[in-house]
């Protein structure tokens, strides 16, 4: 099987071609001690509709499947046209959570058509005030009052129980998020089956829809451990998200 490990943000995978790929697999290619270490696997494969370039299923390192991924589709589309598979400057991929497209704005950089959001819920949970917002996947938005407040959380301690909380039987992902200007927030992330990563495309989305929904400004620049993403929010709440990816290395396993 061969592979390339590519990153954004900090936010690692590892892209395989036509493989086939199942839960023991997964986790023993993302262990980071006996395996090659990522965040997560990208599967590409031919797509089985005209109109895309491939097909895209993702996966975390516990052997899950993730509906979507913001980063880990930005790679997976910069990797496609990397690799020969479009010259497009414009083009779409097949997820379990629909279409995703890209526009391609330099050599590592695009604009990748995230959909519409919706918020399906808000309430509380480990005493925190949060909104339940879909984008591709499952995000939970909780604002910080402050950054120190926000840089100060042990995610490590606190995500867990928000991930299976009884609200989310599908366990959710998080994004705990503060605001630092009317169009810039600060964000730290736990996702399903990952814990905290450096950043995280639709926790970015999740908690810039949530700024929007309390009257920010958009586009929204999202400060994360990892580096800056941009989240566009109109008023339907559909999100265009833009950032960059590269790739690491490639390798060959046994």
């Known amino acids: 099987m061969r592979f390339e490990k590519w990153q ?18 997964v986790r023993a290619l993302c262990d980071r ?7 997560g696997v990208l599967a590409l494969g031919p797509a089985d509709e005209p109109g895309f370039v491939a097909r ?23 990797y496609l046209r990397e ?11 097949q997820t379990i959570a629909g279409e995703i497209r890209a526009t391609v704005t330099g050599k590592h950089t695009c604009r990748v058509d995230m959909g519409r959001a919706v918020v399906r819920f808000e309430g509380e949970v480990e005493g925190r005030r949060f909104q339940h917002i879909t984008v591709g996947n499952p995000q939970t938005a909780i604002r910080v009052d402050s950054r ?3 840089e100060g ?4 301690a606190i995500g867990p129980p928000i991930e299976n909380a009884e609200q989310f039987p599908d366990r959710t992902n998080v994004s705990f998020w503060t605001d630092v200007a009317p169009n810039r927030i600060r964000a730290r992330i736990f996702e399903r089956g990952v814990g905290e990563t450096t ?10 829809v949530a700024h929007v929904l309390r009257g920010g400004d958009s586009p929204v620049t999202v400060v994360l451990d990892g580096g800056e993403l941009e ?3 109109d008023e339907s709440l559909h999100i265009d998200l833009t950032g960059w990816a590269v790739p690491v290395f490639r390798g060959e396993l046994s």
């Not at 954004?8 to 697999?25: C, K, M, S, T």
């Not at 959380?153 to 490590?156: F, G, I, Q």
């Open 231 to 233: 989240v566009d929010v």
């Open 148 to 150: 120190d407040e926000l």
């Open 8 to 25: 954004a943000l900090g936010n690692d995978y590892l892209i395989v071609e036509g493989a086939e790929i199942d839960p023991e697999r």
């Open 83 to 93: 690799r020969g598979w479009t010259r497009s400057l414009a083009y779409s991929i």
């Open 33 to 39: 001690h006996f395996g090659v270490g990522a965040d």
């Open 56 to 78: 895209l299923r993702i996966y975390n390192p516990d052997g899950s499947e993730a509906e979507l991924s913001g980063n880990g589709a930005r790679q997976a589309l910069l």
């Open 199 to 208: 950043a995280s495309g639709t926790g970015a989305s999740g908690a810039a």
């Open 153 to 156: 959380l042990d995610l490590a």
